[in-house]
């Protein structure tokens, strides 16, 4: 029995320790290599008493920033992937939260890092942590021996429902929310995995998502669970579709798991006009919804690959899926498909009763069974809000999660995704809360009211504020220290007065009949 994703790691280093695991642009490493520094990480940081702590994990996407994953879950910790791209503001902000035990840095963003754990000690959230999170430099760290007793002493109080990694996505409050997901999730995931599809040792993934969205876990354990190799793409090729297609050939990648941005900016460009993928035969996406238009011109010149559309909220990860098997017009939408094994969907109207394949009506998509995520790091309020008892029995503590996607069945039986019940939306891939956008617009000086609303039409996010006029370029310079760029407005506009409705609250359907 599998109670730790560890298991895998180490079972596929045993049966190809020299075999490549991971690759990025700096070069590979094998199995044994890989596992190896990930023992050194962990010994180092379990040699600080960190056991169930977290532990943020501060570097460029790279090989080296998996190893500090392993490295956070062989000292018995979970981990937390930041990017060091993201704003300064939103970084403390996750840390404030966060309150780790350790920040695992590499040699190029110690600096950095160091700078960002300064800025703590004026922030409230910063005094209250236990303690200062100390800073490992995973190259000193490297230097330093593994303790087998001492990771094997860890390893014998492992349970499958400890959590493996936290994730923050957007907050409706303007504060990020911190995801925990538990090494059942993933185990569970891969399980199914290995029975639905028949990967194996020869195959490569081509990555392509960052490691704070949780997509990018397919990546990374596919490769433990089936000894199979993975390769970072470089993101600048995706401007370039021949380049892209020639890395993608020349790395003989046979999976992909992309969000449907990527899919249409390659279909976009004509990426296959001179060479196609010659080794592709998997092709996931995740993360909104799949233009049929874009996917069509995938399935024109790969029409042997197996294509699947994967749903999921981080809360979740992925709980349904559909294998395409027939053809479908451009206008057309696709089908989320059907519960993945060892969970099951709930489509629930706004009575709670159940709607069942072949009856009509809409209803909240809810997920019980071994996909639901721990709740919200520090925040049981919030997790008891979306993670509640089953209103469908009450003999037991059941927990459902209650995605707030709007769902049907169609006349095969299958799931589909109609639209959000709230004011979370799925952009670019992201989950994004546009309350997190409006809190940041909120604090620019000269801001005196703002809402945001989404043209689902053409996909943009849309400010509309009052108070002093500025130009689109302004109030861009001003939100880049407080959201990152994938959350940034597509249209800035500037209105003398916002409407409001009768509760003196800014009218949002007003908004969207004038802007979109």
């Known amino acids: 029995m599998v109670t730790n994703v560890l298991e895998y790691l180490e079972a596929s280093e045993r049966r190809s320790p ?62 937390c992937p930041i990017d060091v791209e993201m704003p300064a503001e939103r970084i403390r902000t996750i840390l404030g939260v966060l309150k780790p035990a350790a920040v695992l840095v590499s040699e190029n963003s110690r600096e950095r890092a160091q700078a960002l754990l300064d800025g703590l000690e004026g922030n409230p959230a910063g005094k209250e942590a236990d303690a200062r999170p100390q800073l490992i430099v995973a190259e000193e760290a490297y230097r330093e021996p593994a303790e087998e007793k001492l990771l094997g002493e860890i390893r014998k109080k492992a349970l499958d429902t400890d959590p493996l990694y936290v994730l923050f996505t957007s907050g409706s409050t303007g504060v ?70 020639e890395f993608l050939n020349e790395h003989r990648v046979t999976a992909i798991f992309w969000v449907p941005f990527a899919l ?55 709980c349904t899926y559909y294998n395409l098997n027939r053809e479908f017009e451009d206008g057309d939408s696709l089908p989320i498909g059907y519960a993945c094994k ?87 891939g992201y989950r994004i809360e546009l309350g997190e956008i409006e809190a940041a617009a909120g604090a620019v000086e000269g801001v005196s009211a703002c809402a945001c609303v989404y043209d ?10 009052a108070g002093r006029e500025m130009s689109k370029k302004e109030m861009t310079a001003a939100l880049g220290s407080r959201i990152p760029r994938y959350m940034m407005p597509n249209r800035v506009i500037h209105m003398e007065e916002l409407p409001r409705n009768a509760n003196g609250k800014i009218d949002r359907r007003k908004l969207e009949e004038l802007w979109t």
């Open 342 to 428: 060892n969970m099951e969907i709930l489509v629930l109207d706004e009575q709670n009763h159940l709607i069942r394949p072949g009856e009509e009506g809409e209803g909240e998509l809810c997920v019980r069974g071994c996909a639901l995520s721990l709740g919200y790091y520090g925040d049981p309020k919030r997790t008891a809000e979306r993670f509640v008892q089953n209103p469908l029995q009450n003999a037991w503590p059941e927990t459902i999660y209650r995605t707030g996607d709007l769902v049907r069945y169609n006349a095969f039986g299958e799931l589909e995704y109609l639209s959000r019940k709230d004011f979370q939306i799925k952009h670019l």
């Open 456 to 465: 689902r039409g053409k996909r943009m996010i849309l400010l509309i504020y």
């Open 176 to 245: 990020p929310k911190g995801v925990l997901i538990s090494h059942r999730v993933l185990i569970n995931n891969m399980e199914w995995l290995e029975e639905e599809y028949d990967f194996g040792p020869e195959d490569v993934l081509g990555n392509q998502v960052p490691f704070y969205f949780d997509v990018s876990d397919h990546d990374i354990y596919s490769v433990m669970k089936f000894g199979c190799s993975m390769v970072i793409i470089p993101p600048e090729l995706f401007a370039f579709p021949v380049r892209l297609v």
């Open 264 to 318: 249409c900016m390659a279909a976009n460009l004509n990426a296959f006009a001179s060479a196609v993928p010659a080794y592709l035969r998997y092709i996931f996406f995740a993360g909104e919804v799949m233009p049929v238009r874009q996917l069509n011109y995938w399935r024109r010149y790969l029409p042997d690959a197996c294509y699947c559309n994967m749903y999921g909220p981080t809360e979740t990860y992925v």
């Open 18 to 79: 020299d075999k490549t695991a991971y690759a990025d642009q700096n070069g590979s490493v094998t199995f044994h290599e890989f596992a190896d520094r990930a023992r050194r990480l962990g010994s180092c940081l379990a040699r600080r008493r960190i056991v169930g702590k977290p532990v943020a994990v501060f570097m460029d996407k790279s090989v080296a920033m998996i190893e500090g994953f392993m490295g956070a879950v062989y000292s018995g910790s979970f981990y």
